[in-house]
């Protein structure tokens, strides 16, 4: 085999495993979330920023988006103003979100002085990480946002920032 067939072979299998693992990846992304994982969040409790117990299970029952954050990143904290239109246009129409920060109470506390939310926040530290984890977010990765129907089932999930027109999408399915 000649220098030149050799390096085509190579960059060709090289291609094949990179679209390999590309679709591998995005196949992780897509997996559904496991019952258990549904139960899991359904059945958590998390503290508001001020301490007070907060049951998942209460927002059950109308349409809802959950957005996992953290203050020190940058895209989560660009997008937290338009999930916050978002809210605000929306709750007449009984949409609830709730934001879930993965951050130190004190840093979101900090965050929320300077920068007000209409809607709901409370504080999962790790524990969000594995909570996105079992809703989907294989990656781990934030920001991360998950669209329930009323029946607390998952119709759309996001891993990165989220954009107008996609929220606009959402609001259409619930």
Known sequence: MTRRAWLFAS???????AGAGSAWW?????????????ETFWGSTLDSPEGRPVPLAGFRGKPLLVNFWA??????????????????AQRGRGWQVLGIAIDQPSAVR?????????FPV???????????KS??????????SVLFGPRGQVLERKLGQLHADEL?????KA
């Open 11 to 17: 960059a060709g299998a090289a291609a094949v495993l």
């Open 26 to 38: 995005r196949w992780r992304l897509d997996a559904p979330p496991v019952a258990e994982g549904l």
């Open 71 to 88: 203050t020190w990143c940058p895209p989560c904290v660009e997008e937290l103003p338009l999930i916050n239109a978002f809210y605000e």
């Open 110 to 118: 900090q965050w929320l002085q300077r920068s007000p939310l209409s």
């Open 122 to 132: 409370v504080l999962a530290g790790l524990q969000g990480t594995e909570m996105s």
């Open 135 to 144: 809703l989907g977010n294989q990656a781990g990765s934030l920001p991360f």
């Open 168 to 172: 606009k999408n959402w609001a259409s």
